[in-house]
Structures are given as structure tokens and as C-alpha cells.
């Protein structure tokens, strides 16, 4: 199993840059597909970014594609979510998760979760 803790999280301008950590706990980390959803308030969960365990492999949601990037460090067992040129509809609450399955689509697919870390974007 593989337990996940998110950070990195907080308050920032319309513009900036933020880089949220997802922290890995489980020695079979590598195995694992890593995503980052994202929950605004009223709004279903949806999938932002994710990486094939190999790291050769991403996906990105058009709404943050060539604004966020995800990756991930196995040795530190990691994975990083950049995010630049934020807007604030990128506001909400960010979610790490790992699945075995590729790509993933939804939510539903996801085997392990963390708790969230809230992303406030101002304008």
C-alpha cells in the first residue's frame, strides 16, 4: 500500500508560481501512476496532471497544459506538481493520488489519495 501527504500549498497572485509536494510512503512507490486532482468549491473533481510510473508518459488537462507540469523523484519517493502562470480559477483544492492504471481518467480509477492541500489564487 502507499500512503500519500500532500504540501506545498498556500496563497498566491494571479501570475505566480506555486510547486506542490506529494509525499510517498510504500517501497513498491515506482510501481505506481502518479496524478494530481484538483476540487474546486461546487465543482466535480477533476484530474489536472499525470505521469506514467516510467515518467515518459504525461497527461495534462487542457485547462493547465504549458502552465503545469508534474514529476515525480522516486528515489525520494515524490511527486512534484509546478505550476506556473496561475489563474484564479486554478483555485481549489489540489489532490495527490496513485492508480496502476493508464492513463487515468476519472477519479474512480485511483487506488490511494491524500488528504488535499487548498491552492488560493488572487486576482
Known amino acids: 500500500q502507499v500512503q500519500l501527504v500532500e504540501s506545498g500549498g498556500g496563497l498566491v497572485q494571479a501570475g505566480g508560481s506555486l510547486r506542490l509536494s506529494c509525499a510517498a510512503s510504500g517501497r513498491a512507490f515506482s510501481d505506481y501512476n502518479m496524478g494530481w486532482l484538483r476540487q474546486a468549491p461546487g465543482k466535480e473533481r477533476e484530474s489536472v496532471a499525470a505521469?506514467?510510473?516510467?515518467?515518459?508518459?504525461?497527461y495534462y488537462a487542457d485547462s493547465v497544459k504549458g502552465r503545469f507540469t508534474i514529476s515525480r523523484d522516486n528515489a525520494k519517493n515524490t511527486v512534484y506538481l509546478q505550476m506556473n502562470s496561475l489563474k484564479p480559477e486554478d483555485t481549489a483544492v489540489y489532490y495527490c493520488?496513485?492508480?496502476?492504471?493508464?492513463?487515468?481518467?476519472?477519479?474512480?480509477?485511483?487506488?490511494?489519495w491524500g488528504q488535499g492541500t487548498q491552492v488560493t489564487v488572487s486576482s
Open positions: 505521469m506514467i510510473w516510467g515518467g515518459d508518459s504525461t
Open positions: 493520488a496513485a492508480t496502476t492504471l493508464w492513463p487515468p481518467r476519472t477519479s474512480y480509477e485511483y487506488n490511494y
